[in-house]
């Protein structure tokens, strides 16, 4: 399970996560590790585009919060992967920056289990940033690893 900040233009105008720019770059990644759309479930902390794209504020976050955990808990994923920073502290409870956070397995607590958890870059930063697609590549390989564990 794959989870993002919030939508952005196309995918507010779809109604369906990571549609854009972004999206398509995540679907190359996720291809690349022997994943497609239909081997993953994608959803945001915040289900509707806040005004002007700017970031979520907290209360938007708490609102969604309870619907997030419950999406998590019907999903049942065995591994999930926070797009960016904001997904990442959210979920994880954290301050520390995504560059902190990323490549580590983490433990996130839902519905009596304990699901692994991993934070990576948000494709958006890796199409303004294309030298850090490396450490995505990385955090990648360790989900596809994670998985085969499974």
Known sequence: ??????????????????????????????????LDEKAVHITNV??????GNRTPTPEEVQVCQPFLERQIELVRPDVLLFLGGAAAKQLLGVADGIMRLRGKWRSYSCGGREIRALATLHPAYLLRTPA???????????VQEGLAQQ
Do not use: C, H, N, S
Not at 7 to 34: S, W, Y
Not at 46 to 51: A, L, M, S, T
């Open 46 to 51: 915040v289900y509707w585009r806040p005004p």
């Open 132 to 142: 850090a697609k490396r450490q995505a590549w990385q955090d990648l390989l360790m």
């Open 1 to 34: 399970m794959l989870i993002g900040e919030a939508p952005g233009r196309d995918e507010d105008l779809q109604g369906k996560p990571f549609v854009g720019r972004a999206g398509q770059l995540l679907d190359k990644m996720l291809a690349a590790i022997g």
